[in-house]
């Protein structure tokens, strides 16, 4: 298994509260991803990171900012935290631009009440 | 524009008999797709790819999946459910436009294998 750790594994917050997920992989895999899971949704990217500190938007990064300080590390900000970003948080990595196999960490399950 | 349907959300198959589980794609650029599998409460773990080589891909734990161009078809096969199998399962499309490898997921399909 791809050495990829999600912090905390699970987490109930209250609306309005600011959340940070963390990321930590120890294969020096230079692309980094966030993701979320929905019933009937699959997987949808929310940010990723192509090196440290530079980030970009995915399909649903709407109330969720990134960084990256160290190539380890991925934290995932939910600035206030609404009911309807209640999901399975899934982190990924990738070793370079033509690897195209994706791993996965083992998710973070996010109540929001 | 990138999309993965996956034409069955559930299906359930006896132990012992085979599996198919469909995947339709649609791809600007010239895809590579992938099947993963969640078993539940897990991360998701890759079970075959296929990158423009051999049509006809093999992963592990027995399952295969053949990549149709004509039909833009990727299904997942195995000739014999175990109980193990029982899991979720996703069809992936990477695409590669400005260099960056995008993955598009399909919603998933849930397989259950009855004794």
């Known amino acids: 298994d791809a050495g990829i750790t999600q912090s905390p594994r699970h987490k109930v917050t209250e609306t309005g509260t600011p959340v940070t997920l963390r990321c930590h992989q120890t294969?020096?895999?230079?692309?980094m991803y966030w993701y979320r899971q929905d019933p009937g949704h699959g997987l949808r990217l929310i940010h990723y990171?192509?090196?440290?500190?530079?980030?970009d938007k995915g399909e649903v990064s709407d109330g969720y900012s990134v960084s990256r300080s160290k190539t380890e590390d991925f934290l995932l900000t939910l600035e206030s935290a609404t009911s309807s970003q209640t999901s399975v948080y899934f982190c990924a990595i990738s070793e370079q631009l033509n690897s195209y196999e994706q791993y996965f960490g083992p998710g973070t399950r996010l109540t929001v009440t | 524009a990138q999309s993965v349907t996956q034409l069955d959300s559930h299906v359930s198959v006896s132990e012992g008999t085979p599996v198919l589980l469909r995947c339709n794609y649609s791809?600007?650029?010239?895809?590579?797709l992938f099947w993963y599998v969640q078993h539940p409460n897990k991360g998701l773990q890759l079970l075959l790819k296929y990158t423009s080589a051999a049509t006809l891909v093999k992963g592990i734990n027995g399952f295969e999946a053949e990549f149709k161009k004509s039909e833009t078809s990727f299904h997942l096969t195995k000739p014999s459910a175990h109980m193990s199998d029982a899991a979720e399962y996703f069809c992936?499309?990477?695409?590669?436009?400005?260099?960056?490898?995008?993955?598009?997921f399909g919603s998933g399909t849930k397989l259950n294998v009855k004794p």
């Open positions: 791809s600007s650029y010239s895809p590579s």
């Open positions: 992936v499309v990477s695409a590669n436009p400005n260099n960056f490898n995008k993955f598009y």
């Open positions: 294969e020096n895999h230079r692309y």
């Open positions: 990171s192509y090196g440290v500190k530079d980030t």
